[in-house]
């Protein structure tokens, strides 16, 4: 007589379905929705670092600040001069070089801020989160209500001082504007 072998694994279970098309295709979307997320994070998260300043960019900051400064005190002569040393020195940079000239060439303040702003866009994204630029802008609503104002027209500048001395309203608001903490190195 033979002996009957019981088997451990329990019960008859019935045989694995084979994977539908469909199913491969859903596993194959979460796996790349989960790829395309760990890129997008990595992105993020290196992107928010500082670019590291070359002395070039250093350079530029530093001719951008006295273009920043002399508009601050309405000074149009000095930005001009400013500005023309910057687009001899910065020909490499067409939007830069650009600007300058049109700042350089400028008859009034207005039009010499409107200039300075295409520069400022350029100088934002250079200092941002590095150590001794601070990024300003005006807060709104503004508690100053200057009228006109040009600083929500223009956008953003970058300072070496917490400070603001503001390019885009000169010595009629100067002190309007707040550091932009998002942009601002803690």
């Known amino acids: 007589m033979k002996a009957k072998i019981k088997s451990s694994a329990g019960p008859h279970r019935p045989a694995a379905q084979p994977e ?3 199913m491969r295709r859903l596993r194959w979307l979460i796996a790349g929705v989960v790829v395309i997320g760990l890129c997008l994070a990595a992105f993020i998260v290196f992107g ?3 670019h590291r300043l070359t002395e070039e960019d250093r350079a530029l900051l530093a001719r951008y600040e006295e273009i920043r400064s002399a508009l601050a005190h309405d000074d149009l002569e000095a930005a001009k001069r400013a500005a023309t040393a910057m687009q001899e020195q910065w020909n490499d940079r067409p939007v830069v070089a650009d600007a ?3 700042l350089a060439e400028s008859d009034a303040l207005e039009t010499a801020r409107l200039a300075f702003s295409v520069i400022s866009k350029q100088a ?4 941002a989160r590095n150590d001794g630029y601070y990024v300003m802008w005006c ?3 503004c508690p100053m209500k200057c009228s006109p104002c040009l600083t929500d027209r223009m956008g953003r500048w970058v ?3 917490p400070v603001p001395e503001n390019p885009f309203m000169g010595l009629t608001q100067s002190r309007c504007g707040v550091v932009d903490l998002s942009a601002t190195q803690p």
């Not at 934002?124 to 200092?127: G, H, I, Q, R």
């Open 124 to 127: 934002v994204e250079l200092a």
């Open 100 to 102: 300058s000239r049109q």
């Open 48 to 50: 928010s670092r500082p």
């Open 139 to 141: 807060a709104m609503p």
């Open 20 to 22: 539908t098309l469909d």
């Open 159 to 161: 300072q070496r001082a």
